[in-house]
């Protein structure tokens, strides 16, 4: 294999060179337990105090408000839980979700139904975007919580965040956003923003896997997620992940840092799926203008995503066909489904995700690549043969 | 998914694709909403001997792979001795599959009857035999992570 092309972005990222370097020093020399009281322990707990506020000053948030989970599955799952069973107490059991959530989101919400929470999953628009009048019409006085994601994980669309908290708001209800796919790809400022809680994941920024955080305004006084130690503000206790927490606090660092240089990534994006669209029967996934800069996610029809990712993945082209989580299930993606496009549209649709990384080589490589594996997938294809008789006929 | 070298081999180099335009039997299975759709043309002589055999599959690569693999074991067989091969004839004879995909090698055996009860039909003899029904939900719930 001569080249080796990564486009799986969005399911995770590799770890950078400066975030290993930054997160070195708290594994040879900065080992101490922050809660530890000498001075191996106060050395430990100014470097997570540090990365902390590194992080907060990124986000526009406050220190405090920050909380370190090991993933975005918890966060989301801390977040919506931890709301849930706060809320409950106002007697509020109502929670408005959409049905594009990732799965962390979604089986959660899933697992409070169990509970005797009910749960509103309001609709998206063809071009993946929430239906603002449903997403209104379906808060009531017993909504607890309103919980739609920043960017949309498979088709990368961007949902209008700061109009949802503030309805939210408006109706006594708190806001969650999973920003997972968003932080380092959107400008996130969180004192404008308006939500309550925020949750992200450092595997997608180029930190390692096994951290992530969630931020939960002050005052909203959502249940604990671990009672153990006195650790992040006795909400989530066990000693913490110094060396990822430092390493988490460097990624984000870059990754706002780099925000200005996304245009170069959009540009590739754009030419990567004009360049898709050439190719008979193919449809962009999602809306056009209001999506990630480095999300392509593209249907061909007659075919199967599996199959063109096996052939792509023989060209050392690392590609998916939606999200990494449902790989091992058959079902059509959800997203898909929930923006309306048709089941074997869906099967065959697949995502490039793609980085600051990606080259204009990386681009021409792609497009080099998949329209002849459609074609031979194509002939092989019954759907195909169908299609090309009724249209002889 | 990962596979085991004898179906990428059957992926990547899919014996007797194609479609046969007078053919004495053909069998579709599978639908799209499960992703899979599968179809097999068998052209079978007088001793009910299947001569040829080709097939068409929209699907994943296990399912690109168990129709090349099955209609391998079919080609020479007369018709009875094809309808011996089971879907765990054709997974052993690919070297496994991940038991995510064996319901891709239920349907290549699915296909395979469809087809000889076509040819049984257009040459006016009973079916002896009974026809899976085609069911939407052959897969089941997966368990996603």
């Known amino acids: ?48 105090d540090d990365a902390r506020s590194r992080i907060a000053s990124c986000l526009g948030c406050r220190p405090d408000e920050i909380y370190f ?12 839980k931890g709301a849930a069973a706060l809320m409950k107490k106002k007697g509020r059991t109502h929670i408005v979700t959409t049905k594009i959530e990732h799965h962390a989101v979604l089986h959660t919400c899933r697992a409070l139904e169990k509970e005797g929470f009910e749960v509103t999953y309001v609709d998206v628009d063809s071009d993946g975007i929430v239906k603002m009048d449903e997403l209104d019409a379906a808060i009531t006085d017993k909504t607890a919580l309103v919980a739609v994601m920043y960017a949309n994980n498979e088709i990368g669309t961007v949902q209008p965040i700061r109009e949802i908290a503030k309805l939210a708001k408006s109706r006594g209800a708190l806001s969650f956003t999973d920003a997972v796919q ?19 994941s450092g595997h997608k920024i180029h930190a390692p896997k096994g951290i992530g955080l969630l931020y939960v305004r002050r005052g909203v006084r959502i249940a604990n997620l671990i009672d153990g130690g006195g650790q992040e503000k006795r909400k989530r206790g066990g000693t913490e992940n110094l060396p ?13 840092a780099r925000i200005p240089e996304l245009d170069k990534v959009r540009e590739k994006r754009d030419r990567l799926i004009d360049g898709l669209l050439r190719i008979p029967y193919s449809t962009l996934n999602g809306s056009r203008e209001n999506r990630l800069a480095g999300n392509v996610n593209i249907g061909f029809e007659f075919v199967e995503g599996e199959s063109i990712l096996m052939w792509l993945d023989m060209a050392g082209i690392c590609a998916s066909t939606g999200s990494a989580c449902s790989s091992a299930s058959l079902d059509a993606s959800h997203v898909l489904l929930a923006i309306g496009v048709p089941h074997e549209k869906a099967h065959g649709s697949i995502r ?13 490589y792609i497009l080099e690549t998949l329209p002849p594996i459609i074609e031979r997938l194509r002939e092989l294809s019954p759907l195909w043969e169908d299609h090309l008789k009724t249209k002889r006929n | ?33 499960c992703g899979d759709i599968m179809r097999i043309y068998l052209v079978v002589d007088e001793n009910d001997v299947i001569v040829d055999c080709k097939f068409k599959t929209f699907g994943c690569g296990a399912a690109i792979a168990t129709s090349s693999m099955a209609t391998e074991l079919i080609k020479g067989k007369t018709i009875w001795e094809a309808l011996e091969i089971t879907n765990a004839v054709v997974v052993e004879a690919l070297e496994g599959l991940p038991p995510v995909k ?23 003899r009973p079916v002896p035999f009974e026809l899976p029904e085609d069911d939407d939900d052959h897969h089941g719930e997966e368990d996603e992570d």
């Open chain 1, 182 to 200: 968003a932080v380092g790809n959107l400008e996130i400022d969180l004192s404008t923003l308006g939500v309550d809680m925020l949750a992200m």
């Open chain 1, 244 to 256: 990822y927490i430092v390493g988490l606090a460097k990624a984000v660092e870059i990754a706002v």
């Open chain 1, 69 to 80: 989970t090991s993933c975005g599955t918890e966060s989301d799952s801390w977040a919506i």
């Open chain 2, 102 to 124: 064996v319901h891709c090698s239920v349907l290549a055996e699915d296909a395979i009857k469809y087809a000889i009860a076509d040819y049984l039909k257009r040459s006016g």
């Open chain 1, 352 to 364: 490039l995700s793609i980085s600051h990384e990606t080259t204009d080589e990386d681009v021409d």
């Open chain 1, 1 to 48: 294999m001569s080249r080796f092309v990564y486009a799986d972005n969005a399911a995770t990222t590799p770890v950078s060179p400066e975030v290993i370097e930054a997160m070195a020093p708290c594994f040879s020399e900065v080992w101490g337990n922050p809660s530890s009281q000498h001075g191996k322990g106060y050395e430990a707990k100014a470097a997570l």
């Open chain 2, 1 to 33: 998914m990962q596979y085991s070298e004898k179906v990428m081999d059957h992926f990547t180099h899919p014996r007797n694709v194609g479609e046969i335009d007078n053919a004495d039997g053909v069998g579709t299975v599978g639908n799209a909403k």
